[in-house]
């Protein structure tokens, strides 16, 4: 941030300052949650994950680190949803055990947090608030009006919080699409009546502030469905993300026109679906839906599959069609399979990878190669995604009609936030008043200023199965170092009181060479190993501990002089009185066996 002092009014006492911290999503894509601070009330806006890099291995997602919450736990009033994707909703069980505060959102968005929440027996441990957007409400020091957005997701909302220091505007995710499916569009006049009355600070969504022009409108996708499925005969399976509801709702209008039955695959997907059918959000016509099981008995040319999958995610339903190991749907030559999905950055090698087993069984594969292509074309022009986040244009839009007195950008990595605030300079918004933040970072605004004051140390919370937040960076590395290099364990048995060596030392490979092919290598380790256990016996009764060290040191040195890989290595040293060697040799085998 830059902050012209020479503007700087009298500031106010600490009680009169609006703190915004942002504890995820800011410098990076998901994990959003921000704590919204005023007097003694803290209010939460989402709670979402993130999910793995490449470098994560065995990781599943990524929540925020909410130590900053849990030692405020009893200023906290409420969490409020944006809308209901995972990376806004899906750190709620993991924080709702230590933070038990009312949830609001609009009426789908807590049919589907309840849903999550059911998953981990945890949906009667919050109360939940239904906000309907244009009806104002109060939450401790905070008047609230939220309004509605376009997302790729029904029931989006931004929000305006209202204080004595100015009103806060946070966007949610949105892109201004004029033809919305479900009829519901942005509210502009309340985005023109906000601006009118005046912004303290806008909160807007950077996700592509890189892309020039508007986003492309949702219909643009059922029309080209409408197109292919009026030149092809055989079955259709189209991939989407289980959230995008009104991705769903156009195949399932497209489907219809065309006198297709369609069947929903993956659980996910169904389960959202079906909240989304018994709320009235989702229209499927009667008779229209078939089970997974009445898949084989229906012709292809009257059958639409509706699947997840659509990031090549290895458990994955489409990924089990394309392997040939789905219980009952098996790809077959004439079928078209539809990828509605841009890869999210890093899945491109799965989403790939399951291109290429789709067409090996013979089906015709219509998709996008590249998330850069949010056109939303494939290699034969066909507009088969768009996205849910609004481009240059939809983001100055949003500036223009709110003019903020500071604007911070947030939901993107660092260069998403540096073009968002390129874009408030064109619509005249000062760098001096243009905050470029991050995740950690303590913002202080009163009604004159706004501007970075601390830092708070957030870290990498880890979900690994059921252990949350127990995996390390250390761990991690150790994972990547075996993923790359493999692993080496030399195993020694010495004599307790003299250190000499009882028998031949052994060493157990795995991920690193294959051992049946690197005889000469082993066996000259082997002989380090010798050396080294001769060297250290010579000092008397052996220190276990220094006797590792220097087995690990040697061997390291050595074959990385031979073979430039420096893989993981984890000595056995067994102290013992006396071992014949034949009980040596069993010792090691049972080690063997259980690596």
Not at 214 to 236: A, I, M, N, Y
Not at 558 to 568: D, I, N, S, W
Request: aromatic fraction near 6%; proline fraction near 5%; charge should be negative.
């Amino acid at each position: 941030m830059t902050q012209d002092s020479d503007t700087v009014a009298q500031e106010a006492s600490p009680e009169e300052r609006l703190r915004i911290v942002p504890l995820g999503g800011l410098g990076e894509i998901g994990k959003n949650c921000m704590a919204v601070e005023y007097g003694q009330d803290i209010l939460v806006i989402d709670a979402g994950l993130m999910f793995p890099t490449s470098h994560m291995l065995g990781v599943d997602f990524v929540i925020p680190d909410i130590r900053y919450l849990l030692e405020r736990v009893k200023r906290i009033r409420a969490i409020l949803i944006t809308h209901a994707h995972e990376d806004h909703i899906g750190a709620l069980p993991y924080i709702i055990p230590h933070v038990q505060v009312p949830i609001y959102g609009t009426e789908l968005t807590l049919g589907l947090v309840r849903a999550k929440l059911k998953e981990f027996g945890l949906a009667g441990k919050a109360a939940y608030t239904t906000i309907e957007p244009g009806r104002p409400f109060e939450i401790g020091a905070f008047r609230i009006e939220s309004f509605r957005v376009v997302h790729s997701i029904s029931e989006g909302v931004g929000l305006a919080i209202h204080t004595s220091v100015g009103t806060v505007v946070h966007s949610g995710d949105f892109k201004l699409d004029q033809t919305p499916i479900d009829g519901k569009n942005t509210d502009f006049l309340k985005l023109a009546e906000l601006g009118e009355n005046g912004v303290l600070v806008l909160l807007s969504d950077s996700t592509y502030a890189d892309r020039p022009g508007f986003s492309l409108s949702e219909r643009l996708v059922g029309k080209t469905l409408d197109h292919v499925f009026s030149r092809t005969k055989g079955r259709f399976i189209i991939a989407t993300f289980a959230s995008s509801l009104p991705r769903i709702q156009q195949v399932i209008m497209v489907a219809h026109k065309h006198m297709r039955k369609i069947a929903f695959v993956g659980k996910s997907l169904i389960a959202n679906v079906h909240i989304a059918r018994d709320m009235g959000y989702l229209n499927i016509p009667a008779g229209m839906e078939v089970r997974q099981d009445e898949i084989p008995g229906i012709a292809p040319e009257d059958l639409v599959v509706l699947t997840t999958g659509s990031q090549g995610e290895p458990t994955s339903a489409l990924t089990q069609m394309a392997t040939n190991n789905h219980k009952w749907v098996k790809i077959t030559p004439g079928d078209t399979v539809v990828l509605s999905a841009t890869p999210v950055p890093g899945n491109e090698e799965l989403v790939l990878r399951t291109i290429n087993q789709l067409y090996r069984l013979g089906a015709e594969v219509i998709y996008t190669v590249t998330s850069k292509a949010d056109t939303g074309h494939d290699s034969g022009g066909l507009r088969i995604h768009v996205s849910g986040h609004g481009s240059q244009e939809d983001l100055k839009l949003m500036l223009s009609i709110l003019r903020p007195r500071f604007f911070v950008p947030i939901h993107g990595e660092y260069r998403h936030l540096v073009h968002h605030a390129s874009l408030a300079r064109e619509m005249g918004i000062s760098p001096e008043r243009t905050i470029i933040a991050l995740s950690g970072d303590v913002l202080e605004f009163d009604s004159e200023n706004g501007r970075v004051t601390d830092h708070v140390d957030l870290e990498q919370i880890l979900v690994d199965g059921g252990s949350v937040g127990d995996i390390r960076r250390a761990v991690l590395r150790e994972r990547y170092h075996l993923a790359q290099e493999g692993i080496l364990i030399p195993v020694v048995a010495v004599h307790e009181k003299t250190g000499e060596l009882l028998a031949s030392p052994e060493i157990i490979t795995r991920g690193y060479i294959y051992a049946r092919e690197s005889n000469g290598l082993i066996e000259d380790a082997k002989q380090i190993m010798v050396e080294t256990v001769g060297r250290i016996a010579g000092a008397g009764a052996p220190d276990i501990n220094v006797l590792k060290n220097c087995l690990k040191e040697d061997l390291q040195r050595f074959l990385y002089e031979r073979t430039k890989r420096r893989p993981l290595t984890l000595p056995i040293v067994m102290l013992v009185d006396s071992v014949p060697l034949s009980v040596g040799q069993e010792l090691l085998r049972r080690d063997s066996e259980v690596l």
